[in-house]
């Protein structure tokens, strides 16, 4: 069975500084791997996911993440924090059909 | 505007009562799911349905039904079996299944008193 680690429940960072959130996987076969941004008391909505082809995914509001198989890693980032991005951020995986299982996810604040 | 409608935002039930939670799609998506969110456990899958009339059990299936009649419908019901049903309730859709894109709907909060 596939499943997520998320480092860090708690992300405190500077606006305008790199924001970094590792997330970790576990599957026996090649994963698809998403990240998905929930602001409070609202649904999730995608940032960005990666099935086949380019490790390296670009997705909204300036993240990134990067496909790394030999490291099982998605670390998600983005080069300047805005106050903006202060949500909670949730790593996920599919490896078959309909099932997503997600990391606990982990909140950003941001100082200005 | 395309998008997915969940019902009450809010809602509180007295312990030992069914409740139903409301999910509509209008993505014409064949797929849709129920999830339920604690704090610091993330999200866990309780019910999806790839096709109308038929739905799967998730992780956590114990103490909720559900039912698809209509393609665009997919009500959770939180029966008096559910042991702890205070959380957040999280519809999702997609057009198929696997790494299709789920859609969210801005969820339910319920509150067992």
């Known amino acids: 069975a596939q499943s997520v680690t998320q480092l860090g429940s708690h992300v405190s960072v500077s606006e305008g500084a790199l924001v970094l959130l590792r997330c970790n996987y576990s599957s026996s076969v090649p994963p698809y791997l998403f990240w998905y941004v929930q602001y409070p008391n609202q649904g999730l909505q995608l940032l960005l996911k990666y099935t086949t082809g380019a490790t390296l995914v670009k997705g909204i509001n300036g993240f990134e993440a990067e496909f790394k198989k030999s490291e099982t890693s998605f670390h998600l980032t983005k080069p300047s924090a805005h106050m903006s991005d202060a949500a909670e951020y949730f790593c996920a995986v599919s490896v078959n059909d309909y099932k997503l299982s997600f990391g606990a996810g982990t909140t950003v604040t941001v100082r200005a | 505007d395309g998008g997915i409608t969940q019902s009450p935002k809010y809602l509180f039930r007295k312990e030992g009562q069914n409740v139903t939670l409301s999910c509509e799609q209008n993505l014409n998506h064949d797929a849709m799911y129920w999830y339920r969110q604690d704090p610091g456990q993330g999200l866990r899958l309780i019910y999806y349905?790839?096709?109308?009339?038929?739905?799967q059990k998730g992780d956590i299936a114990e103490g909720y039904s559900v039912s698809r009649e209509k393609k665009e419908s997919f009500p959770l019901t939180v029966t008096s079996a559910q042991k702890n049903p205070t959380a957040f309730y999280l519809c999702?859709?997609?057009?198929?299944?696997?790494?299709?894109?789920?859609?969210f709907g801005p969820g339910t909060r319920l509150t067992v008193l």
């Open positions: 349905s790839q096709i109308v009339n038929d739905f």
């Open positions: 999702a859709s997609s057009r198929t299944g696997g790494i299709d894109t789920q859609y």
